[in-house]
């Protein structure tokens, strides 16, 4: 099984700053990943797929970057409503794994 | 308009059996596979397996292999997770999820893309 593991676990922004979110699987993937986002009471929300590509309708300022075993996922502008916990996960083979999460918290 | 309606909040006692679904629409059922996630109290998520309802292939992650049951009835685009003995540690929020293929590679390859809303499941004596 591949373990994800992201860092850090929490993670403390201003609004308007930049924000970068690191994930690393421990065997290579590919670029066979994606990352969510969950707010709280609200499921998981699909940012970015194949590493780096924008899910439809999210905004251009989440970025997705990395191949092989390290991955991340950057807001280039912290908006309030960012406030959430993102996961990463891996679908390079089964079972999929998710990363434990880092909870983005505004500062 | 893709859309996973997952079925009701659900409070069991210990030892009771269990099935949750999740009826898929605005799409053709038989041709996505279908996840179900588990997230426990203030945890993080966890796949619990996968089922292409196309041909029936299931698949568990080895925590859930033997503790529950994933099935589909095609004729009402719908997805199940069943147990048959819970547990007060099955108390969790479960999520489906429905899965879009990402070619880039040559190879297609499996990501989640619509989410159910989750159904929270209680087993409490």
């Known amino acids: 099984e591949i373990v994800m593991t992201q860092s850090p676990a929490t993670l403390s922004v201003s609004p308007g700053e930049r924000a970068t979110l690191s994930c690393r699987a421990s065997q290579t993937i590919s670029s066979n990943l994606a990352w969510y986002q969950q707010k709280p009471g609200q499921p998981p929300r699909l940012l970015i797929y194949?590493?780096?590509t924008r899910a439809t309708g999210i905004p251009a300022r989440f970025s997705g970057s990395g191949s092989a075993t390290e991955f991340a996922l950057t807001i280039s502008s912290l908006q309030s409503e960012d406030l959430a916990v993102y996961y990463c996960q891996q679908y390079n083979s089964w079972p999929y794994t998710f990363g434990q999460g880092t909870k983005l918290e505004i500062k | 308009e893709v859309h996973l309606e997952q079925s009701g909040a659900e409070v069991k006692k210990p030892g009771e059996s269990l099935k949750i679904s999740c009826k898929g629409s605005?799409?053709?059922?038989?041709?996505?596979?279908i996840g179900w996630v588990r997230q426990m109290p203030g945890k993080g998520l966890e796949w619990m397996g996968i089922?292409?309802?196309?041909?029936?292939?299931?698949r568990y992650s080895p925590a859930f292999q033997g503790q529950v049951t994933i099935s589909v009835d095609t004729s009402i685009s719908t997805a199940y997770v069943q147990w048959s003995s819970l547990k007060a540690s099955d108390t969790a929020k479960y999520y489906c999820?429905?899965?879009?293929?990402?070619?880039?590679?040559?190879?297609?390859?499996?990501?989640?893309?619509?989410w159910g809303q989750g159904t929270l499941v209680t087993v409490s004596s």
């Open positions: 194949g590493a780096s």
């Open positions: 605005g799409y053709s059922f038989t041709s996505h596979w």
């Open positions: 999820a429905r899965h879009s293929p990402d070619c880039s590679s040559g190879i297609c390859f499996p990501y989640f893309d619509y």
């Open positions: 089922i292409y309802p196309g041909g029936s292939d299931t």
